[in-house]
């Protein structure tokens, strides 16, 4: 196939079925590799369709700057659809960006914004979003495309992402996928409860994140988790609570342990928030015998081959000894502790009520 612009390349994503980590009660869980898109990530399809509406209805001028806060996988997304689209791009970063990322959106011409000063919880959040209204002020024909509240973002994953899904895999059970802006979920989860209504969608997010809602107060040691993609200190318009079942908040322990037993046992090198989603998948398998479980990889782990994937990396934040403590280095070991995590999956739908273990 001969493509006209590397943009043509985004969407098509493999679907894996797991082998070894399985909890062998006839549950079957799928795993859709979002890393197989030209920026490795996901945020590819969002990005396009942020850029591309905001081009149809003038919002984004041509020769105009592309303004956006970012921790890692829009900012390659944006790189790579700036470059092919011809905008200036600048990335709002923070220092916990994984440098690969920022290496790959430089080499593709980016420009980095770096705020280097969280607020008092230790979050960047806050402070990105208002630098990136300072550049905006100053910025003559700049666009912000605000991925957490702009509805173009979950639009790309219910017209693009679910069909193709739909097409892949035309009978499943669940969902069960990592949530940050809340995009993907929302989008996917629109359309497949449409074809499929008994479709069962689970959001994974991180401990200490109030995405659903949870009061940030509640947190004995509020603050950021270590898996990128998840948690935030908002409630992002992109995320629409209505088609979003169950909730599972995934310690970060959990999810990394995961992350690191996909990619030793099944070969399959995923970003931590996959691994998070896997964790959540398994969890969900063993309350559903027999069920499919459709998972989304939103992105690669060569992203973080230097923390995840590195034993002192994690000895130094204290995750390691979590790990080991919880015996989660055998897969036999994860999959048999997944059915009573820290945080069990507690129901949003009246449909559905309790958590599935039953107890925490
Ligand atoms: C690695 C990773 N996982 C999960 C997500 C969450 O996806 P969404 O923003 O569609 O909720 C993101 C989003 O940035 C991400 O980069």
């Given at each position: 196939m001969i493509c006209d612009s590397v943009l043509d390349t985004i969407g098509d994503t493999p679907v894996v079925r797991l082998r070894r980590m399985s909890?062998?009660?006839g549950a079957e869980i799928l795993i859709k590799l979002e890393s197989f898109n030209p920026g490795g990530s996901i945020k590819d399809r969002a990005v396009l369709s942020m850029i591309t509406h905001a081009e149809l209805d003038g919002r984004l001028q041509p020769g105009g700057t592309i303004i956006e806060s970012t921790s890692g996988n829009v900012g390659k997304a944006l790189a790579l659809i700036g470059v092919a689209r011809g905008y200036r791009v600048v990335l709002v970063v923070d220092p916990k960006a994984p440098p690969s990322m920022l290496r790959y959106a430089s080499a593709l011409g980016a420009e980095l914004d770096l705020v280097d000063t969280p607020d008092e919880h230790g979050w960047y959040q806050g402070p990105r979003i208002e630098r990136v209204q300072q550049l905006l002020a100053e910025t003559p024909r700049s666009f912000w495309p605000d991925q957490y509240n702009n509805l173009d973002n979950p639009r790309a994953h219910a017209e693009q992402t679910a069909r193709e899904l739909l097409s892949e895999i035309p009978r499943f059970d669940a969902l069960v996928t990592a949530v940050g802006t809340g995009g993907h979920i929302s989008g996917i989860s629109r359309t497949v409860k449409r074809a499929l209504p008994e479709v069962v969608t689970v959001g994974v997010d991180a401990e200490c994140s109030a995405t659903f809602g949870y009061p940030f107060s509640q947190w004995a040691t509020p603050g950021p988790s270590r898996i990128r993609g998840l948690g935030l200190q908002w409630q992002p318009r992109c995320l629409d609570l209505d088609v979003v079942d169950r909730v599972h908040l995934v310690a970060d322990h959990e999810g990394i342990a995961t992350t690191r037993l996909l990619a030793s046992s099944e070969g399959l090198l995923v970003g931590e928030s996959a691994g998070a989603a896997v964790f959540g998948a398994l969890h969900h398998a063993h309350h559903h015998p027999g069920s499919r479980i459709v998972v989304l990889?939103?992105?690669?782990?060569v992203n973080y081959l230097e923390e995840t994937f590195d034993d002192d990396w994690l000895r130094s934040k204290g995750l390691l000894e979590r790990i080991e403590e919880a015996g989660l280095r055998t897969v036999d070991r994860l999959v048999a502790l997944a059915r009573q995590p820290s945080t069990a999956a507690v129901a949003r739908t009246p449909e559905l009520t309790g958590d599935l273990a039953g107890s925490r």
């Open positions: 909890v062998g009660n990889a939103p992105d690669d782990g």
